[in-house]
């Protein structure tokens, strides 16, 4: 049994919460937030045992094993180390942080400490990715990755009033590429690793952020697509081409209904089991990890989110995005 400390009183805490009771191995032990009010309220709400406003108190209880962060991306970091220097396991959502730097002060201390540190990307371990690097094969030499993840934000019609929420403060470190963009680069990284180059553009809001965009990335052979945006939908789905065939993924953020079509008009529709919510995966993956005591997680591993980071980092130095992180 691994008992969870959450931080967080957000709509993807409860996500993952709901998503991860469905784990015969997870408890919900402990709340922290800045108040006692919405800590008392959300633990009452899903039935955690203890509530802190004070991160290091929760990181060092002995009823907690492991902490899953889904504060705002620009306190990733600090808070992560807080709870690993105290021996405790962690579980940061996505984006890791704000930058390389953050990322690799993180990997410092949980190597340090010896506690287990993963980014919680679900797509890679769902079920459907795992489909998708087992028949990868079927469609020959590939010759081009697209990621596409376009999806109105629910909080742009806010911000179109004038009310600027988390979602596009730099100060958070969010945007679109942070946000949105890297779940088609997270999964580009897990399938092909590192590119040469990449190049990339973006159209930027005025509240210092980008509202969408797109990276191209260049591999020997292939190259990578990554569109993004809080600000449009698209509904067109992602694809990896390759010489025998193209694979179409309808949801690259909940890979699922994937399917081959051959160069000869053939389909085959790829056939797997996902018989749980999206973040069960995530998880269940870090649940088995800390339980094996293993350091890794195969796809969602340390060395793709620092690619992925690297990447991002990359774009964003090419499209003039800093946020205040990357300043201390």
């Known amino acids: 049994m691994v008992r969870f400390g959450i931080i967080g009183t957000n709509t993807i805490t409860e996500k993952f919460i709901e998503a991860a009771k469905q784990h015969a191995h997870f408890t919900l032990q402990a709340v922290y937030s800045r108040t006692e009010e919405k800590a008392a309220n959300f633990a009452s709400k899903h039935g955690a045992l203890e509530t802190y406003t004070d991160l290091e108190k929760m990181a060092s209880s002995s009823n907690v094993d492991a902490v899953y962060i889904a504060s705002p991306n620009a306190f990733h970091a600090e808070q992560a180390k807080t709870i690993m220097r105290k021996g405790t396991h962690v579980l940061c959502e996505k984006p890791m ?105 973006a159209v930027f809001l005025d509240s210092g952020v980008d509202g969408q965009g797109s990276v191209v990335a260049a591999y020997d052979g292939m190259e990578g697509v990554v569109v993004h945006s809080k600000i449009v939908d698209s509904y067109a789905p992602s694809e990896i081409q390759g010489e025998k065939g193209t694979m179409l993924i309808p949801n690259i953020s909940e890979p699922k209904d994937i399917k081959i079509i051959y160069r000869d008009g053939s389909v085959e529709e790829l056939s797997f089991e996902d018989e749980f919510s999206p973040m069960y995966y995530e998880a269940a993956e870090f649940i088995s990890l800390v339980e094996k005591t293993k350091d890794r997680s195969d796809n969602n591993s340390l060395e793709h989110t620092l690619i992925t980071a690297k990447i991002m980092e990359e774009a964003r130095r090419q499209i003039g995005l800093v946020y205040p992180n990357d300043r201390s």
């Not at 010896?114 to 919680?120: H, K, N, R, S, Y």
């Not at 079920?127 to 934000?153: M, T």
């Open 97 to 201: 942080a704000s930058n390389q730097q953050e990322i690799a002060s993180m990997i410092e201390v949980a190597k340090e400490e010896g506690v287990l540190l993963m980014e919680a990307v679900k797509s890679t371990l769902m079920p459907g990715f795992l489909s998708i690097q087992e028949h990868l094969h079927k469609i020959g030499e590939v010759r081009r990755f697209v990621g596409n993840f376009s999806k109105y934000s629910s909080r742009y019609d806010a911000y179109k009033r004038g009310e600027v929420l988390n979602a596009f403060k730099p100060e958070l470190s969010n945007g679109s590429l942070m946000d949105l963009g890297i779940y088609g680069i997270y999964p580009m990284v897990a399938l092909f690793g590192a590119p040469n180059h990449v190049q990339a553009n």
